[in-house]
């Protein structure tokens, strides 16, 4: 498969002031991370809220800025491009943001944020950019009496179709969906999770879905990587990973994960600790602390990560012990 996107040894530091002295406090948002997304994939990045995956987002993007390490489109090394020089990759590379309202302008209609993009890369004349308009709104499901109306006036899972239809309306070849069903009603969720997949199909699209909900991530993800506390712990194909998943942080979050089965005995695993301090991070493995598997070469080294074997790949020195959840003999 064709490599789309590759990020090399990506990270991210922040500085804060934590106003017990004029110094300020340096904290990694995203550590050392590295993997590819191929193209026609869908790659899912599952976590805890505050891990790493947004900003990892933003710096494929080119959003945000790395601190450190590369990242790669078409093996075009886009991360110390200038503005003006990026400005030519921005129409590839979009997003669609998990607040539907926060990302659009009230004071525009739904006409005038469509044309927005299209009147910045210089899409030829008004009637051109109306029909295409009115083209990529019958492609995400809504009808063209809405081109006048203004943000406000629509529902959720509108607003969140306008957004996936402006996001394509530069013909992209990239699409990062950042919780972009989260804020929407479990039978909303569903219609846009499908209209996703079959936008993928319909334009040869290539996917960064990030959520934590793990049904959601099984069900349109080709691949799956997970994120702690900036670090990728675990990625395999959908499939392997959730027959067998190996790093004990993988293995709570599928405990946790809701069963429809209402006979279901399945066991919940129980964190340890808590989720450790930005500013003061545990040394070795930064997981080892809510570990029930961790011992002391847990604490003094970091694991790296490494293929068990069929592209699994796990950052984990227990790993052996970690099978479908539970301590394996």
Request: charged share 25%; aromatic share 8%; hydrophobic share 40%.
């Amino acid at each position: 498969m064709e490599t789309l996107i590759r990020a090399e040894n990506l990270s991210k530091l922040y500085f804060i002031n934590t106003g017990k002295t004029f110094r300020k406090t340096k904290f990694t948002a995203v550590n050392d991370v590295s993997f590819s997304i191929g193209k026609g994939e869908v790659f899912g990045l599952v976590g805890e809220s505050g891990c790493g995956k947004s900003t990892l987002a933003l710096l494929l993007l080119r959003l945000a800025n790395a601190s450190s390490g590369s990242i790669y489109y078409k093996d075009v090394d886009i991360s110390e491009l200038s503005y003006g020089a990026m400005r030519k990759y921005r129409k590839n590379l979009q997003v669609v943001f998990q607040d539907p309202y926060d990302s659009l302008d009230p004071r525009f209609s739904l006409e005038q944020i469509m044309e927005e993009p299209l009147k910045i890369h210089h899409y030829r004349d008004k009637g051109s950019r109306r029909d295409l308009i009115v083209k990529m709104f019958s492609s995400v499901g809504l009808g063209s009496e809405l081109l006048k109306r203004y943000p406000h006036q629509l529902s959720g899972g509108q607003r969140q179709r306008l957004c996936i239809a402006r996001s394509l309306i530069l013909s992209p070849e990239f699409l990062v969906c950042d919780e972009a069903v989260a804020a929407l009603d479990v039978s909303v969720q569903a219609q846009i999770l499908n209209l996703l997949l079959d936008l993928k199909d319909e334009f040869n699209l290539t996917y960064l879905f990030i959520s934590h909900n793990l049904s959601v991530v099984k069900f349109v993800s080709d691949r799956i990587g997970v994120m702690y506390f900036g670090n990728l712990v675990e990625m395999a194909d959908t499939e392997e990973l959730f027959r067998n998943v190996r790093h004990p942080y993988t293995a709570a979050l599928l405990s946790a994960s809701p069963d429809p089965d209402p006979e279901s005995t399945k066991q919940r695993e129980i964190l340890g600790s808590g989720v450790p301090s930005i500013i003061n991070p545990p040394s070795g493995c930064v997981f080892h602390p809510r570990c029930k598997y961790a011992d002391e070469h847990c604490s003094r080294e970091a694991p790296v990560l490494r293929d068990i074997g069929g592209d699994h790949l796990i950052a984990c020195h227990k790993a052996d012990m970690v099978k479908d959840g539970g301590a394996r003999a």
